[in-house]
């Protein structure tokens, strides 16, 4: 098992949390970290190694309007 690292980033690109994560492969930490990326981006690492960067889902967009227009 190795131990993997969630870390969460910001707009701006700088890292402002981090949680710690032990699994079995790099799949599964993958899945295991992507439960973070409703709050925003994170990007996963192995030790010093980069394994995956997870973007954040899209805000739901409000529905859209149609205005009927007049002949």
Known sequence: METYTAFLVNAS??????ASLRCESDDEA???????RD????ELWCHGRFVARIDNRPSALP???YVARSP
Do not use: L
Request: glycine share 4%.
């Open 30 to 36: 993958i899945k295991a970290a992507s439960a973070y």
């Open 39 to 42: 709050e925003m981006a994170v």
């Open 13 to 18: 690109g700088r890292y402002i949390e981090f």
């Open 63 to 65: 529905p859209a309007r």
